[in-house]
């Protein structure tokens, strides 16, 4: 073999490993729903009371946040683990930067210092139209309500 051929079999190699190696990133609603059910049916027991996403708003150290708590399906309470370890909770913490963070906490979102929650239902989340799958969501920002050092912290900052 000359030094020809070891680089197209060198190249040939790890374009396969990488494309063995990559997966689609979208998640069918199925899963997700059948994530949090499989919580609610095995009884186990969530003692995070929500999930906090906080992203860096400028250089001076002000952040950007949202929390969520109070989730439910078909009106039983749902932990929020089972949403944290989803795509679009966060993917168990697989899709935190330096920049943005996702994270559960013990700690509901009122304790963590934010204001008023809004009740929400995602119908991204039903495996049918039947299901009803909802939660509250709470924001802070920089301009209108600043984050707390506890939410901040919460999200691994």
Do not use: H
Request: net charge neutral; hydrophobic share 35%.
């Amino acid at each position: 073999m000359n030094l020809n051929q070891m680089n197209r079999l060198l190249i040939i190699m790890i374009v396969s490993i990488f494309l063995g190696n990559c997966q689609s990133k979208e998640q069918s609603r199925e899963d997700i729903s059948s994530l949090v059910i499989n919580n609610l049916l095995n009884g186990v027991a969530d003692r995070n009371k929500s999930l906090v996403v906080m992203e860096v708003a400028d250089l001076g150290g002000s952040f950007t946040g949202s929390c969520y708590d109070t989730f439910q399906l078909n009106g039983g309470n749902v932990g929020p683990t089972a949403y944290f370890n989803t795509p679009p909770g966060g993917a168990g913490g697989l899709l935190n930067t330096n920049i943005k963070k996702y994270a559960v906490s013990t700690s509901s979102c009122s304790d963590l210092g934010f204001a008023s929650g809004t009740n929400f239902g995602s119908s991204s989340q039903r495996p049918n139209p039947d299901d009803v799958f909802t939660f509250k969501m709470f924001t802070c920002d920089p301009n209108n309500n600043p984050c707390a050092r506890s939410a901040i912290t919460a999200a691994g900052f």
